[in-house]
């Protein structure tokens, strides 16, 4: 690689987002893969998982050092890791859920009993190594059978026809894009975005240039309108990001079905889930699930060992306690060893940004102790009302919680940059339509 380019790499996870400098990381990366195509016959389950699991650890701790940073990938690829060889016997357990079928462009994806088998364990190295490849990007075990009934019993995921899901993601990218440029021209206006204020501060009189549609905002509390145009940002962002790369993907039609995105469960669930069960359906329900299986895992193993039932209040405080816990540590990874926005401390940046999940864990807690509390006042009340105060709530605890991530998202400088080239929002009102 030129000279040139290894400096914009340094460059890049050195001050924008953390990555990989050194060797041990990529041979942790292989080792996984490499545990798994090793058959029970070789190395029984506890043998394998004494022999890599230290190996994997050891070698991205190590990694992280010479880094000075943790990063995303990194995280996942340890909690993946005790998944697949310490928490779950992926050799003897699992099963890869085979579709045959033939398709166009405009048929549904057919599920009949004849097309469908299930695939397990391949004797066969050959065989094995498209196994173990897809088992190890199968995040949330689509198409997978686990030996859980109730992950087991909706395999496989229907999807939709190629066709539909184009139309479907083509529109909620348009829909999601916009949402991203309006806020976006929004963040612009407010001094929040970029000065250590407090998120109450009341709003700066207006300024000559200020977009006008965006007056009515003052009249609201500064921190719902803020705490909101965050929210609407990350979900604007995160939804582009996980479907714009698999629209492309699917239309250009370069990928198999059993690869393809139009195969898979949708990665967001049903708004309404908030106003019936609040911030459990919030995070639960409506928000991805991509890393549940990664984060919750650890509580999982806890509840087996001690022999609590998932079901239980207890075991149900561990998985909330485990996925949040880790998602906090995963999403620390996202910071880079020296940002380039204003002088904050690093590691302060770091527990602003795993507080933000960390803090979830107690909303769980009040809202379970609440409902709990109240359930037959709850009973007696019209379901409106129920929606009305669930939706209150969630939206309460958002704007008490989400100043925690401003911190860092400023630090980082995440609202400096214009986050699309094309901006019809300032085109329309005489801004400039490009934003690069």
């Known amino acids: 690689m030129p000279s040139s380019n290894l400096q914009i790499y340094d460059h890049i996870i050195t001050h924008v987002v953390p990555g990989p400098n050194n060797i041990s990381y990529f041979i942790a990366i292989l080792l996984l893969p490499t545990a798994l195509l090793i058959p029970p016959s070789i190395l029984s389950h506890r043998q394998l998982c004494c022999l890599f699991l230290p190996l994997i650890y050891a070698l991205e701790v190590r990694a992280f050092f010479q880094m000075g940073s943790i990063d995303v990938l990194g ?3 340890i909690l993946w890791s005790y998944n697949l060889l310490a928490f779950r016997d992926p050799r003897r357990i699992f099963k890869r859920v085979r579709v045959k079928s033939k398709r166009s462009m405009a048929q549904p994806t057919e599920t009949k009993e004849s097309q469908v088998w299930d695939e397990a364990y391949p004797s066969d190295l050959w065989s094995r190594i498209p196994w173990v490849l897809t088992l190890m990007v199968s995040f949330r075990f689509t198409n997978w059978k686990i030996g ?3 992950h087991d019993h909706a395999q496989p ?5 190629r066709r539909d899901y184009i139309q479907r993601i083509f529109m909620v990218t348009i829909q999601n894009y916009l949402l991203l440029d309006l806020t976006a021209a929004y963040v612009q206006t407010d001094p929040y975005f970029f000065q250590a204020i407090s998120i109450d501060t009341p709003f700066p009189p207006p300024m000559p240039g200020v977009l006008v549609p965006f007056a009515p905002l003052k009249l609201l509390p500064p921190r719902l309108v803020r705490a909101s145009t965050i929210a609407a940002q990350l979900y604007a962002a995160v939804n582009i990001l996980f479907t ?15 690869w393809s995105p139009h195969t898979w469960p949708s990665f967001f669930g049903p708004f309404s889930a908030i106003s019936t069960k609040g911030i459990r359906g919030l995070w639960g329900t409506w928000w991805h699930q991509t890393n549940r299986q990664i984060t919750s895992t650890p509580g999982r193993g806890l509840n087996d060992f001690l022999g609590i039932s998932t079901s239980s209040t207890m075991g149900f405080a561990s998985l909330v306690t485990s996925a949040f816990f880790f998602s906090g540590v995963t999403h620390i990874g996202l910071i880079p060893p020296q940002p380039l926005g204003p002088d904050v401390a690093v590691n302060e940046m770091r527990l602003h940004m795993g507080a933000f999940f960390w803090v979830q864990i107690a909303g769980f807690g009040i809202e379970l102790m609440v409902t709990s509390l109240f359930r037959k006042s709850i009973a007696r009340l019209p379901s409106w009302v129920t929606q ?17 991530i401003t911190l860092p998202f400023r630090g980082m400088n995440y609202w400096e940059a214009y986050p ?7 085109g329309l009102l005489g801004k400039g339509w490009i934003s690069w």
């Open 388 to 404: 009305v105060i669930a939706l209150l709530w969630t939206a309460t605890w958002l704007c008490i919680t989400l100043p925690l």
């Open 244 to 258: 714009f790369p698999g629209l492309l993907g699917v239309a250009l039609g370069i990928l198999s079905d059993e």
């Open 75 to 77: 995280v996942d690829l």
């Open 148 to 150: 859980e009934p109730s």
């Open 420 to 426: 699309v080239p094309f901006s019809p929002t300032q």
């Open 157 to 161: 995921c229907k999807g939709l026809t």
